[in-house]
């Protein structure tokens, strides 16, 4: 069965310091993967997501970055955090293109910039 | 591209009803409904692809209109655990890029 594993689940970071959140998912091959963005008791904010190695589609050009490394790893990257960037992050993973389906959430990141 | 939904909270008795709309200015390729408890991921919940469905399962439901532009989740005889946050996700293209509504908050009280 396929799951999905993010980490680190919580993070408390200073402002203008690096950020690295790491996702990866199992049991399943060239999967579509996404990172959202939830402020607090807001929605949930689409940032990047890439249907294939080294193929990243951006929503949010600010200063968050994405890579794929492998086939079912996904990484997402700061080198200044700002204040702004606080909020519960989310990877998620669907099914490859051309089979819509159900998007599996990982359990999340919370992170706090102070 | 961002779909719209409403309302933005909604405050129900066991065993009343509701409905959950969303909305977009282009037609859509899919719907998708989730639902969040506080602190947790999204779960889905159905999704919508054919002009004219309507789905459902147990009393949660979602209809998607003929042009393809506009869902609405209905929840009948609610209960206790049907509180939580609703999301619609929608694509416009089988881009896969899903994008969420805003929520609708659903608070079901005894």
């Known amino acids: 069965s396929q799951t999905i594993h993010q980490w680190p689940a919580t993070l408390v970071q200073p402002v203008g310091s690096p950020l690295s959140l790491e996702c990866t998912v199992e049991g399943t091959s060239n999967p579509n993967l996404y990172w959202y963005r939830q402020a607090a008791g807001r929605g949930l904010q689409l940032l990047f997501y890439s249907v294939g190695i080294g193929q990243i589609s951006s929503e949010v050009p600010q200063n968050l970055s994405a890579s794929r490394p492998q086939d079912r790893q996904f990484i997402l990257s700061s080198k200044k955090l700002l204040l702004s960037d606080s909020g519960f992050y989310l990877c998620a993973w669907s099914e490859p293109q051309g089979r819509t389906g159900e998007l599996f959430f990982g359990e999340g990141s919370r992170l706090t910039v102070l | 591209q961002q779909p719209v939904q409403s309302p933005q909270a909604v405050i129900l008795r066991e065993g009343e009803d509701a409905v959950i709309n969303c909305s977009s200015s282009k037609a859509l390729y899919s719907v998708h409904w989730y639902r969040q408890k506080h602190g947790e991921a999204p779960v889905f919940l159905m999704i919508l692809l054919k002009g004219g469905e309507q789905k459902g399962h147990d009393k949660i439901s979602a209809s998607f209109n003929e042009k393809k532009q506009q869902s609405s989740l209905y929840l009948t005889a609610s209960q206790l655990s049907y509180s939580g946050t609703y999301f619609c996700?929608?694509?416009?293209?089988?881009?896969?890029?899903?994008?969420f509504g805003a929520g609708t908050r659903l608070t079901v009280k005894p």
């Open positions: 996700g929608t694509e416009i293209g089988e881009n896969n890029d899903m994008r």
